[in-house]
């Protein structure tokens, strides 16, 4: 398969692998901060940040720890916004997320055509 329109701009020349190409962009979509599908609420004149996306998925330092109804259904958010961003994934699942304060963990196992992985995320919250 071959390199996504942004990976054609911005990695001339490079070979990268379908893999690659899927973790970085969900590496992307985890830091984005808000800007991907972000909402303008007409109050503030600007991107609302705490629900990032229209379905309502709010930053996973946001999460809490302790309600595990609540985890269950960021998982469900987290892999809906995944698949949708995403196109070349054939499943997600989340094997788990961990909020470290400003910093959160979260490891995916991730399905593609040719094969299937698991691979760790650390992404930033964006204040």
Request: hydrophobic letters at 40%; proline letters at 2%.
């Given at each position: ?68 109804a609540?985890q269950?259904q ?20 989340v ?18 055509s ?14």
């Amino acid at each position: 398969m071959g390199k996504t329109l942004f990976e054609k701009l911005t990695c001339v020349g490079e070979s990268i692998t379908l893999q690659q190409s899927v973790t970085d962009n969900i590496n992307r979509i985890l830091n984005c901060g808000g800007v991907l599908d972000a909402v303008d609420n007409g109050e503030s004149g600007g991107v609302v940040l705490n629900s990032i996306y229209r379905n309502g998925l709010a930053a996973v330092v946001d999460q809490p720890s302790v309600n595990s109804a609540q985890q269950d259904q960021y998982r469900a958010n987290l892999v809906k916004l995944l698949l949708q961003f995403e196109p070349r994934l054939k499943s997600v699942s989340v094997n788990h997320f961990i909020n470290q304060g400003l910093q959160s963990v979260c490891s995916l196992k991730i399905e593609l055509s040719c094969g299937e992985f698991e691979q760790e995320f650390v992404f930033k919250q964006v204040v």
